[in-house]
């Protein structure tokens, strides 16, 4: 068989989410916004002696890093969407850097903590005329950023690709992109890297809230353990992020099984004859894309084109193989 006419049987494995390069420009937009408020903050706190503030310019530091994580992947995955040596693809490089962030995350919430912990039992003067406002300009920063990175966060559905069936009898492999709007699981959809970034600037934003509490009510009831209580409960809030988003991006980092389309493709592929399936593998290769490999037994096996068919309309099923073994018992 020539090679010419193996192309029409191959395809390439780009699995990633339909806003790519958008949300990866959005990422370095609020780079820089972030990066020049953090300066401001941390700068800020140290002169007047704000635990609060800099708890909140620290945190800032870790989201400004973390939009660097997320927009440097975003910017390799797109360099490197089409290299062979990724077998899957690099849909995952975003889970990966979402992985990065959070453990920073972690890091910088045991900073903020023993800080704050060390100012309540040792107080130190703060200057509340200009910790006040600086501490406010820095909370308009980040729902302007959570608001620049909004609109991508919630999930990248997949779009419209060929789709390519091979002839043989006994194993199929396809790669679909489908574009309808049936699903299985929405939240399979979303891209992480981003996802991670809008939860960092509203948490961010949270604490920034609370370095204004802090500071204000220090500042009218001249109670100074205020500023570093609202520190430590800053800290807790990044704490309980950075482990909600670990579990997230730690569970597709490890290949978990999506229930619900898994429960989708068993109900399908059983829904006839004598079918049964001996072997399931289902894990996401990027946002809106998953990877199926489905070993089937049956004693009066179709063709791999026929149970294909059976799940062309399951929304972000961009990977499938089949294999059909015959079994008269």
Not at 117 to 136: C, G, K, M, Q, S
Request: glycine residues 8%.
């Amino acid at each position: 068989m020539h090679t010419e006419s193996l192309d029409r049987w191959r395809h390439d494995h780009v699995f990633l989410g339909a806003d790519h390069a958008r949300n990866e420009r959005r990422s370095w937009l609020v780079v820089a916004l972030c990066g020049a408020m953090m300066t401001a903050e941390i700068v800020g706190g140290l002169l007047w002696g704000s635990m609060a503030l800099i708890a909140d310019g620290l945190h800032m530091s870790t989201h400004a890093g973390a939009l660097v994580i997320a927009a440097c992947a975003y910017a390799y995955a797109r360099r490197h969407a089409r290299d062979e040596r990724f077998a899957f693809g690099t849909g995952k490089l975003g889970d990966l850097a979402a992985f990065g962030s959070a453990i920073v995350l972690a890091m910088i919430a045991l900073l903020i903590g023993y800080e704050s912990v060390t100012r309540l039992f040792n107080p130190v003067a703060i200057a509340f005329r200009e910790a006040i406002p600086l501490a406010a300009i820095g909370l308009v920063i980040n729902l302007l950023s959570a608001w620049l990175l909004h609109d991508g966060s919630p999930a990248a559905t997949p779009h419209g690709a060929a789709l390519h069936t091979p002839a043989a009898h006994e194993h199929g492999h396809t790669h679909d992109q489908p574009h309808h709007h049936h699903h299985a699981a929405h939240h399979d959809h979303t891209d992480l890297n981003l996802r991670a970034a809008y939860i960092h600037v509203v948490a961010d934003a949270a604490v920034s809230v609370l370095a204004l509490l802090g500071l204000t009510a220090a500042s009218v009831l001249g109670w100074l353990w205020l500023d570093p209580l609202m520190g430590i409960v800053g800290a807790l809030v990044i704490a309980n992020w950075s482990w909600s988003l670990l579990r997230t991006a730690g569970a597709v980092l490890l290949d978990m099984r999506p229930e619900g389309i898994a429960r989708e493709i068993a109900q399908r592929l059983e829904a006839h004859g004598t079918d049964r399936i001996a072997d399931l593998h289902l894990w996401r290769v990027g946002p809106g894309h998953h990877a199926a490999v489905v070993s089937i037994v049956c004693d009066r096996p179709e063709p791999p084109t026929s149970y294909k068919a059976r799940l062309a309309d399951i929304a972000g099923l961009s990977h499938i193989t089949i294999e059909v073994s015959p079994c008269e018992a």
